[in-house]
Structures are given as structure tokens and as C-alpha cells.
Nanobody, 120 residues
Framework: QLQASGGGLVQAGGSLRLSCAASGRTFSILGMAWFRQAPGKEREFIATIGRSGGSTLYADSVKGRFGISRDNAKNTVYLQMNSLKSEDTAIYYC???????????????WGQGTQVTVSS
């Protein structure tokens, strides 16, 4: 089970950090990722991180502004979001796939989502 938190309302140019806590004792085998879905749009990939945390990949739309990280001791993955724009407004979902280094599509598990609203 994945539990996302940390969303909220922020002004353009501001920052937020999302967290996603995973239950169970198999977090270290999970490739983790963040996706988002804006109103009227399809869910899109944002960032992914490998099982050890040594490899990351970002969508072009967030590269240089967002950072994904993980703490395997805490079973948690983070998404640090800086220089937020109004177009970053969306519901953000964490996701996981077993034994994967990158999770770009078709994860095994989804979190419940957390709303991020950026006001201009």
C-alpha cells in the first residue's frame, strides 16, 4: 500500500515536498515513481527512481525543477518540487513496480493521490 502526502496550495515560484510511504517490508525491491493528472488530461509520468536510489529519470516538463529521492530505511519516496508553475497543478500519484529500476508506465501499485494547486 502506498500513502502519498504533502500536497497543498502554493504560489507560483514556490516549493513543496511530497512524500509517499510504502507499507510492508519489501520497499527495497520496488522501483518508485511519481505521476500526475491535471483536470481534463491523461495521467503523465513525472519522475522515477531505481531501487537503490542511484538512478533517476525525469519528464522534460519538470527536469531541473523537481527532484526524486528515496529513503529505504523509512520506506518512503519523496518528490521535491521547486519553481512551481500554474501548469504543475494536478493530482500527484506515487507508483511502484517490483524489481524495476525505472517505472515509466504500467506500475504494479498506485497510491491514492495528493492534490497540488499552484496559484499564479
Amino acid at each position: 500500500q502506498l500513502q502519498a502526502s504533502g500536497g497543498g496550495l502554493v504560489q507560483a515560484g514556490g516549493s513543496l515536498r511530497l512524500s509517499c510511504a510504502a507499507s510492508g517490508r519489501t520497499f527495497s525491491i520496488l522501483g518508485m515513481a511519481w505521476f500526475r493528472q491535471a483536470p481534463g488530461k491523461e495521467r503523465e509520468f513525472i519522475a522515477t527512481i531505481g531501487r537503490s536510489g542511484g538512478s533517476t529519470l525525469y519528464a522534460d516538463s519538470v527536469k531541473g525543477r523537481f527532484g526524486i529521492s528515496r529513503d529505504n530505511a523509512k520506506n518512503t519516496v519523496y518528490l521535491q518540487m521547486n519553481s512551481l508553475k500554474s501548469e504543475d497543478t494536478a493530482i500527484y500519484y506515487c507508483a511502484a513496480r517490483r524489481y524495476a529500476d525505472y517505472v515509466i508506465r504500467s506500475p504494479d501499485y498506485w497510491g491514492q493521490g495528493t492534490q497540488v494547486t499552484v496559484s499564479s
